[in-house]
């Protein structure tokens, strides 16, 4: 690119993960701080808001300074500071929005809001450098599951997106009626190696009329009247079977969408994101339908698929290139929807 050197501080706090990132011209990640909550809300099987937003307050300030110090950098190096503003929950992002708009205010350095999806999206171009637009990516979280065309940076076509559960939210439900534990994504993934994913058809979700668009309720519902029908007749059966048959109904309808919108739209490089872009049945599936057909395939490391920073840096570093700036009354907006 050739062009000096533009050093982004990126803060994410949209949901139950406190961090910060140093991130240099949009790729070169010069520091990554993820504080979790996970062993938090362990305990009640699922994120609490309030406590969320308490925990943030704790350790939004050390997360930055710990940010910092890795990449070795002050905040007078520090060219722009991008901070997501939604969507997630709003005690939340407030808590993000706040420390970034006190920083830019102190130190006059430009602000940039960031959509939380345009993150993960961006994701992709710090494990893959030689990626550029256009692509289409499939955005697969705990409260997101949208299919994107990726015109160009900072530049997004939305063809589908879910009309009830996402995908992420499907997980964990149904690993709540099977007795694991939460985040439920990882714990199925993991159970589901140990079973049969053919020994239970679980149905695949189609809607007329809206090729691209994702429905995940009534999967769920189809797997819990399985195991209400298997208590009532008192029947045993294998957990692990009912983890593989139901992600691989999830993963099946993911690819066969997103493969569909590739052939149809004539686009040959395929990407995936979010949460559930950990998940190895989506991986293997879509790697696998990829180069069956032909595509590049690309995907960021499990770590930049969770929520993190640098992901929301990659994405600022962009959106200040194309001239988006905000001012100190920027907002929190837990409903904010992509391309707004």
Same mark, same amino acid.
């Given at each position: 690119?050739?062009?000096k050197e533009?050093?982004?501080?990126?803060?994410e706090? #949209? =949901?139950d !993960?406190t961090?910060?990132?140093?991130?240099v011209n949009?790729r070169?990640?010069r520091s990554?701080?993820i504080?979790s909550q996970?062993?938090i809300h362990?305990?009640?099987g699922g994120?609490?808001?309030?406590?969320?937003s308490?925990?943030?307050? !704790?350790k939004i300030? @050390?997360?930055i300074e710990? /940010?910092?110090?890795?990449?070795g950098k002050?905040l007078?190096d520090i060219?722009v500071?991008c901070?997501t503003?939604?969507?997630g929950?709003?005690?939340a992002?407030l808590?993000g929005?706040?420390?970034?708009?006190?920083i830019?205010?102190?130190v006059?350095?430009?602000?940039?809001?960031v959509?939380h999806?345009?993150?993960?999206?961006?994701?992709n171009y710090?494990?893959n450098?030689? *990626?550029?637009?256009p692509?289409?990516c499939?955005?697969?979280?705990?409260?997101? #599951?949208?299919?994107?065309?990726?015109?160009?940076y900072?530049q997004?076509?939305?063809?589908?997106?879910?009309?009830?559960?996402a995908?992420?939210? /499907?997980?964990d439900k149904? $690993?709540?009626?099977?007795g694991l534990?939460?985040?439920? %994504?990882p714990e199925?993934d993991r159970?589901s190696?140990?079973?049969?994913?053919?020994a239970?058809?679980?149905?695949?979700a189609s809607?007329?009329?809206a090729p691209y668009?994702? #429905?995940f #309720?009534?999967l769920?519902s189809?797997?819990?009247n399985?195991?209400?029908?298997?208590k009532m007749k @008192?029947?045993?059966?294998s957990?692990a079977d009912?983890a593989?048959s139901? @992600? =691989?109904a999830?993963v099946d309808?993911?690819?066969?969408?997103?493969? *569909?919108?590739a052939?149809?739209?004539?686009?040959s490089?395929v990407?995936i994101a979010g949460?559930?872009? =950990?998940n190895?049945g989506?991986?293997? %599936?879509?790697?696998? /339908?990829?180069?069956?057909?032909?595509y590049?395939f690309?995907?960021?490391?499990p770590i930049l =698929?969770?929520?993190?920073? /640098?992901?929301?840096? $990659?994405a600022g570093y962009?959106?200040?290139?194309?001239?988006?700036?905000?001012g100190?009354d920027?907002n929190?907006v837990?409903?904010?929807?992509?391309?707004?």
């Amino acid at each position: 690119m050739g062009e000096k050197e533009i050093a982004v501080l990126a803060i994410e706090s #949209s =949901c139950d !993960e406190t961090a910060a990132a140093v991130v240099v011209n949009g790729r070169d990640v010069r520091s990554n701080i993820i504080a979790s909550q996970i062993d938090i809300h362990k305990l009640y099987g699922g994120v609490v808001p309030e406590i969320a937003s308490r925990k943030h307050i !704790e350790k939004i300030n @050390q997360v930055i300074e710990e /940010a910092l110090t890795e990449a070795g950098k002050t905040l007078d190096d520090i060219d722009v500071i991008c901070v997501t503003y939604g969507p997630g929950l709003v005690g939340a992002l407030l808590v993000g929005v706040g420390a970034a708009k006190a920083i830019s205010y102190a130190v006059g350095k430009p602000l940039v809001g960031v959509h939380h999806i345009e993150g993960h999206i961006s994701a992709n171009y710090i494990a893959n450098p030689d *990626l550029e637009p256009p692509f289409l990516c499939l955005v697969a979280s705990g409260g997101h #599951s949208h299919l994107v065309v990726v015109r160009d940076y900072g530049q997004y076509e939305i063809l589908g997106r879910t009309r009830d559960d996402a995908a992420g939210e /499907a997980f964990d439900k149904v $690993a709540r009626a099977i007795g694991l534990g939460y985040p439920g %994504g990882p714990e199925i993934d993991r159970l589901s190696k140990e079973g049969n994913e053919k020994a239970i058809e679980f149905p695949r979700a189609s809607i007329e009329g809206a090729p691209y668009d994702f #429905s995940f #309720s009534g999967l769920k519902s189809a797997v819990l009247n399985y195991l209400n029908e298997c208590k009532m007749k @008192q029947i045993e059966y294998s957990k692990a079977d009912v983890a593989a048959s139901f @992600q =691989c109904a999830v993963v099946d309808v993911l690819v066969e969408h997103t493969m *569909l919108a590739a052939k149809n739209l004539g686009i040959s490089k395929v990407a995936i994101a979010g949460g559930v872009a =950990c998940n190895t049945g989506l991986r293997e %599936g879509m790697k696998a /339908a990829c180069e069956k057909d032909g595509y590049e395939f690309y995907l960021p490391t499990p770590i930049l =698929c969770t929520d993190n920073a /640098a992901m929301i840096g $990659a994405a600022g570093y962009y959106d200040y290139r194309n001239g988006v700036r905000h001012g100190l009354d920027l907002n929190a907006v837990p409903g904010l929807k992509l391309g707004e």
